[in-house]
């Protein structure tokens, strides 16, 4: 092994403090050089705890931040503790008999000071810093010691059509690298970088262990995930649920990384995604299941460990739809006076308006936005509101594409300042494009889209009021991304949740709102033609649920709608007022917008989803309960609060209370009447 | 009662720095019932943070009644913050400090030491 001196690694602290805008050499710097270092020590040792350099490189950038333009002295002078450590880590070279330190000696001296910066936030990992002292003392790097390949066989229900891809099977083979031969199960979900395995671990007398769930993706997201659980989790699983186990496999040869969950099942169990189960078993009483099991088993220690929570509900459903804008990178371009600053914190009510007056090529100032991912494969840069898993530092998405990456450091969590670009598309322009992407039987335009004799709203008309409001909710641990993918059924219908990689503090109700929409495009719509004709039949049967028309008896679907309708009851009992349906609504019409931009559904899927949003919005937009004595003016008024002014607003605000008073889809209305254009198509 | 405390910088160019502060020295105000330290990138403040340019001018205040410390965010334009898991808290008016507990006040994290 080559020895690394002082001096070499002093190099790339310089460089390092220069990208940051710093232009000192502290520990930090010191740190990050030791990390850049390609199989280096300390990259090395963090690599045992399942961390990559990179991921704690990133987190030691957040902590320190970048500086301002101003440089506010000359040369690159070195802090009084990044002094000290560079004499502790001469003092262990003389103990050895050399002159000058090396890697080594730098680490441990490092390491040593137990207040710098890199160990304060090395802690806030996870990492034991005693572990850490021990290994920096002892660690000898081993060159890939590694047994022969563990064997890879497929097991009798994986589908032979999907292959996985060798970089994925790398990280398979290192994840199990303490058995001769796995055998892959099954896939639950995969989905560009990120799949999620059944695997049967084999000893080499052939005993099989008890299959684990293997999820592998790109590294930053499962070391978030491995973060997340910690904190959200751990602490509040039932006994009987998807464990995380072991410290995640993250090798310095890959972008992936991989983490086994293990299910608490007896060998040999099968476990299948709700989505596949309901692909062969169908929906039968599979709403009494999601009560019994998965409900009744998590609801304690998660949905109904709530609070009170009054948000708007862009804080929590924003980050659902497409970003504001995307903009063409342009620092070199001198805005004209009068260009549009999009500052953070946001002013919502002034943005809306410019943001709708914006034109392709219109240049754009960023301020103060967060970096949430620099995407080098497709050299964007994707910012919003803040850093973080919740949902209102990932509001506001803005992506800027054809920044030079390499060029400049952006590192996750870092705010920028200021960023000049051009605009190349508007939220709404990509939501419309989404609409005709439906291949609508109707105008995108128009406000009402007609269903039979009735209509529901068209919810390119609404969004930003549906952002705009005022929820009365709850916030409680939720999953994240609770799709029927992410749901394992097991025998005698146990359930369990896998993948905690969204796990955060949010509205209790999202979960089943992202629940619902799942269970829709996923099994309600299996085996139905993709017509907006059957859309409408499928969104007939939904209103039934309301109470609003007399259920329809189609035996295509409805037995799925008897599913919905569990869920609908789960859903009664953890909305925060009883009875009060409109915090439900809000959340599954946002999700429902989200679901018909996804590619991913099938276009009968995606109609229904454009149809349920406006059926939502409808539904909001008049008094929930008809018993009730009086409805209170937010039933009906869309517009609380200080939007209640703008004049988009009073607009929709007309159109629901005064246009066509308490009618919905119901009432006999003949669609000719409802096709009028709001306005030109441009 | 002998007012004196020492006050570590714990990131940025000043780094490791200790600041010994004592009222006898001139460090801080006295009003007979807690001793008040300023925090600023002004010169003359009792911790000067000249090198931060997201410190303000007066931009906190530390308060010693004698057994316990209390951090004031006087307005801030970038804020004044605690240390916490996750994110950074950030503080609004006066909070109560522990010496050991980092502090930031713009980029500058800080520590009040533990009596030796």
Known sequence: MTTILLRDILVNARQETVQMRHYYIGVEHLMIALLQIQGGLAGSILQEQGLTPDYVIEAIRRKAGKGSAQRMWVGIPTTPRAELVQDIAKEFALEDGRDEPNERDLLKAIVSERNSLPIRVLSALGVDLDWLAYAANTYLPTTEAYPPDTAITFGADFDRDFVIEREHLFILRRMFASYPRIRIERRLTGFRKALILVVTPIQADEREAAPVVAKIDLADNILDEVQRYEMHVKSALPLQAARLEDQPTAPDASDLAGIKYTLVASVGMDAQDLRSYVRAQGVDNLGQHLKQELYTRFCKNWWLQNREYTFQAWMEYDWLLPPLLVLDFADDTVPPPNAFVLRIPLNRAKARTRLHELQSGDVVILENFAVQRVDREENVLKLAMGYGSEADKRAHKVEVRGVNLTENLYYRGEIIERLVGRVWKTRHEMLMDAVHDLHPDFHPRQKWIPIGRGRVVNPLHVYEDLLDRHVTGSQSKIHGDLHLGNVLIGPNNSMWLIDFGHTRDGHTLFDWATFEVSLLGDAVMLGLDDSWDTARRVLRHLLALHGKVTPPVDDEILPAIGVVSAIREIVGECLAVSNRWEEYYIALALCAIRAFTWKTMSLGGRRLMFLLAGLMALELSRPIQPDALTPSPEDIDFSVGPSASTPKTEVFHNLFSSDTPDEGITQPHPPDASRQMDEPES | ?116
Do not use: K, Y
């Not at chain 2, 001018?57 to 004698?66: P, Q, S």
């Open chain 2, 1 to 116: 009662m002998s007012l004196q405390v020492e006050v570590t910088i714990m990131s940025g160019v000043d780094d490791g720095q200790h600041l010994d502060l004592a009222l006898d020295n001139g460090d801080g105000q006295f009003d007979g019932r807690r001793w008040t330290l300023n925090i600023g990138r002004r010169e003359d403040s009792d911790i000067c943070l000249r090198h931060d340019m997201f410190v303000s001018r007066l931009h906190a205040h530390l308060h010693f009644d004698g057994s316990d410390w209390q951090l004031e965010d006087l307005n801030s334009t970038n804020g004044t913050f605690l240390e916490a898991r996750g994110e950074d808290e950030r503080v609004t008016g006066t909070v109560a400090i522990q010496p050991g507990q980092l502090f930031r006040i713009g980029r500058t994290w800080l520590q009040i030491e533990r009596e030796p």
